[in-house]
């Protein structure tokens, strides 16, 4: 079945412990994204990456990192969680011919204490 | 820069009725446009999308064009069901996405 999956999907920690969102798709796609969604404010996209090797910031990097060294994966990374980045995340593939539309994972639900 | 507004929710409506999301852009350049629908608990589907001016898309009664002139990607459907009952996104693209702040739609019998 053509997936993205995302690992935790529930996440509680305290500020400042480093934690990852793991993401991985297998349906091939070389652009891969993550997005943040927060009451009011809709997906803010936090960064892309078009191919292996290649990301890019979005509209929210500050306090994230990522890295793509496999097309399957693209992890999120939090050197230092901070209240403030207690949102629901989302990892997102596509298509980069078109970069159209757009695969969801199930979100992953992050509470920074 | 590029930006996505959409019509405040929530919207509640009942069954059959008519349904309009207004959406309206900025943009540099000739994005493609999307509408997402996003079920409880899920993450976000594509509904419907265009990718240039006056193209119409459609998907599951649900349609929106792409309106130049305008800048708006309006969401319609003709007569609304329960299982509508969703929060939907307006979209626009280049190699970044730039998603509106979500319709919430309640659908009652």
């Known amino acids: 079945e053509a997936q993205v999956t995302q690992n935790p999907r529930y996440l509680i920690t305290v500020t400042g412990k480093k934690l990852t969102v793991t993401c991985s798709q297998n349906m091939n796609h070389e652009y891969m994204s993550w997005y943040r969604q927060d009451p009011g404010l809709g997906l803010r996209q936090i960064y892309y990456?078009?191919?292996?090797?290649?990301?890019d910031k979005g509209d929210v990097p500050e306090g994230y990192k990522v890295s793509r060294k496999e097309k399957r994966n693209f992890p999120l990374i939090l050197e230092s969680p901070s209240p403030n980045q207690t949102s629901l995340y989302f990892c997102?593939?596509?298509?980069?011919?078109?970069?159209?539309?757009?695969?969801f994972g199930p979100g992953t639900r992050l509470t920074v204490l | 820069g590029n930006s996505v507004t959409q019509m405040e929710g929530p919207v509640t409506l009942s069954e059959e009725a008519f349904l309009t999301i207004n959406c309206t852009y900025t943009?540099?350049?000739?994005?493609?446009l999307f509408w997402y629908v996003q079920y409880p608990g899920e993450g976000l589907q594509l509904l419907l999308k265009a990718t240039k001016a006056d193209d119409k898309g459609s998907n599951k009664g649900f349609e929106a064009t792409y309106r130049k002139e305008t800048t708006s990607f309006h969401l319609e459907k003709g007569s609304v069901q329960v299982s509508d009952s969703a929060v939907y996104f307006c979209a626009l693209s280049g190699a970044q996405f730039y998603f509106g702040t979500g319709t919430s739609l309640t659908v009652i019998p």
């Open positions: 997102a593939s596509g298509d980069s011919h078109s970069y159209n539309e757009q695969f």
């Open positions: 943009a540099t350049g000739y994005p493609s």
């Open positions: 990456s078009m191919n292996v090797e290649v990301t």
